[in-house]
């Protein structure tokens, strides 16, 4: 013990003999908390349309300086020419609307059956137990990979893309709708039972409001993934769409008209997902959890 | 108080779990007779299958062996025949105070305006005034316990469940909670069957306190509390208090000073 103690006492003591310098330096390592100052509102927009149109105006310079490959790049003016185009005697409105129908057909479609299937597992464990592994086995197969089956099945009309965005937004509704429904607590199930609750009571009073939340979730998720299936969809087989012009416009070499496809469905995208966000705030005040 | 058949009668009621190491006995055959009005508690050692009589008599739970019998009438393993009140309040979040207290009328299929209209004075009369429309989550623990309370009154069965109420709250919420609850009984008349850890809460609330014991769950001994009603905090330092209070904690093999700190500090 002793000896193990020496060289404690040592270090102790070693340590203690320049105690002087440290308190000497403490006025000096003074902090404060690191602060950063807002922009104003302004100055962040201002900001943000500066990198856009810096962006649009080197790469204009680039393509005409011969920097940039307008052959494979295109450049802004000649894209901005391509969407007037597009507008005004092409098929933009049809290939917006034909897209749009099958993302919102799929989304509702898939999401709405998903969360059913989910909230069935509730009524039987026999049932979700025999049924579980092959929703299992479905998520884990890329859907997407199924899509040449599902043009065949479905033809090349707005049903089979219809059914590639089900395929996608079905089992994610399913598996967030059953884990809603794992996640009930007994004892709940319990009081309503105790108050003479049948088993439809149960289902309509307590297990669908306390798995909304659950489905309401998904929603922005499964509007990405509709949107995806018809996209693929339409890249497979298809007479109309926005997914079938930008594969068209790469196979004829019209690279500007592949960005103003691109860019009407980034538009499409960020204007249906504004729109499902809003409905799952508002749902979300609805329902309250 | 009539000398007809007693409101509840759990006659030799038995329970058995099988376990993968074999038979359990959570319940050795338990009888007990409650007549009409009374207000009788249950008192013991965790695991002495205080719930397990509960959720027998709730209907939830088939029992091995024995009957439960409301007004004479065999009840085993039917629900919705008395209002029972488990540990957590279970209040629904998504349903305003108001809409939570008629869920039991709601499920009888009362319809929805006169279940609230007879909920409404009920909740200005018994604390919950200025809440009605409120969400659960506003609400304190004393408030949510006060809810689910008139959540199973409103069922209106003549037996209610109670399975530790209070067993969450803090000692001063307790306290007034239980004032709260007597002015409630008083008022409706049911018949009350108390769970709870608190061997002072049992005596002070009850007409008769059962002490039950373990492996398997049994009831140990039956003592009437022939204080009279209605009751003080003072009667809790009374002689006649003490004495059943010290018979309970003996039967719950608790050494009786142990609890004079916690006497002390009510």
Known sequence: MSVQDTPTVGAMAGLNRPQPKPEAARPTAVRRLPVQKDWPTWALIAAQIGILVGVLSLWEIGARAGWIDAFFWSQPSAIADTMKIFFTAGDAWTDISFTFRSTIFGFLIGTTAGSLLGLSFWWSRNYAAVVQPYVICLESIPKLALAPLIILVFGIGLMSKVAVATALTLVVSTLTAYAGVKALDADSEKLFYSLGATRLQVFRKLVIPFCLPWIISVLRVNIGLALTGAIVGEFIASQHGLGRTILYAGQTYDIALVWVAVLVLSTLAVVMYAAVSWLESTLRKGVRQ | ?266
Request: charged share 20%; aromatic share 8%.
């Open chain 2, 1 to 266: 108080m009539s000398f007809s058949a007693p409101k509840l009668c759990v006659a030799e009621v038995s329970m058995t779990f099988k376990t993968p190491t074999g038979a359990f006995h959570a319940l050795a055959p338990v009888t007990l007779s409650i007549p009409q009005g009374r207000f009788v508690s249950l008192i013991g050692p965790s695991g002495c299958g205080k719930s397990t009589i509960f959720n027998i008599i709730a209907g939830l739970l088939e029992p091995s062996g024995g009957r439960v019998l409301i007004d004479g009438v065999d009840a085993t393993g039917t629900i919705g025949r008395v209002g029972y009140m488990l540990q957590k309040d279970l209040l629904l979040p998504w349903r305003t105070v108001l809409d939570n207290t008629i869920l039991g009328m709601e499920i009888q299929h009362v319809p929805l305006r006169a279940a609230r209209e007879r909920a409404l004075p009920l909740l200005h009369r018994y604390g919950l005034a200025g809440f009605e429309y409120l969400y659960p989550n506003a609400l304190s623990g004393g408030m949510r316990q006060r809810a689910a309370l008139l959540r199973t009154l409103l069922f209106d069965t003549d037996v209610i469940l109670l399975d530790e109420p209070f067993g969450a709250l803090d000692a001063q919420t307790k306290l007034k909670m239980q004032e709260w609850l007597m002015q409630l009984w008083s008022d409706f008349s049911k018949t009350v069957l108390f769970v709870t850890h608190d061997v002072e809460e049992a005596i002070y609330l009850s007409d008769e306190v059962h002490v039950m014991g373990t492996r398997p769950g049994r009831i140990i001994a039956s003592i009437p509390v022939p204080l009279a009603r209605p009751r003080v905090r003072g009667s809790t330092l009374s002689p006649d208090f003490l004495v059943i209070k010290e018979r309970c904690l003996e039967l719950l093999h608790l050494d009786p000073t142990a609890s004079e700190p916690m006497n002390a500090a009510a």
